[in-house]
């Protein structure tokens, strides 16, 4: 048996071997492949979601266009008539390597250490300097009663 895996690209999900080639949507320079489930053969690892650990490594070999789509409409009795065509741009993936642990899982971890503990001490310095830096104001507030005299209404009478 092979080594194979069910990854997310996108909104799409495909089953790759070692050394397949894929054609997906336009992928801009960097693919995020999510590893569904993973199996090496002897052991099946299915991801809730995505399996810790797993990656695939892919690379993007080139890209092309799709199939033509003729889009046309037309209303009978009055020659009114509009062709138009539409062509997707599709990039080719190469999978280069399926694998558990390994380089990206050790930088994962890596990462998780390093935002765990750094955020934590920037907050407690920055909270004690604005602190120190905000002197307490003291204002008071000025308030001016103004009273109005009511008008008179007075009722014309009428003969």
Do not use: C, W
Request: net charge positive.
């Amino acid at each position: 048996m092979d080594k194979y895996a069910i990854i997310k690209i996108g909104s799409a999900q495909y089953k790759v071997h070692e050394g397949d080639t894929l054609t997906v949507d336009n992928q801009n320079g960097k693919v995020d492949a999510e590893v569904l489930l993973f199996s090496d053969g002897k052991e099946t690892i299915l991801g809730d979601p995505t399996v810790k650990g797993a990656h695939v490594s892919l690379k993007i070999t080139g890209a092309k266009r799709g199939e033509k789509l003729r889009v046309s409409r037309f209303k009978s009795k009055s020659r009114y008539r509009k062709v138009r065509g539409y062509r997707d741009t599709l990039s080719e993936l190469l999978v280069e390597k399926i694998g558990m642990g390994g380089k990206e899982a050790a930088e994962e971890k890596k990462t998780v250490a390093e935002t765990s503990t750094k955020p934590e001490v920037v907050k407690s310095e920055t909270k004690s300097k604005v602190k120190a830096e905000k002197p307490a104001k003291t204002t008071s507030k000025k308030v001016v009663k103004t009273t109005t005299k009511p008008k008179k209404v007075t009722k014309k009478e009428t003969k």
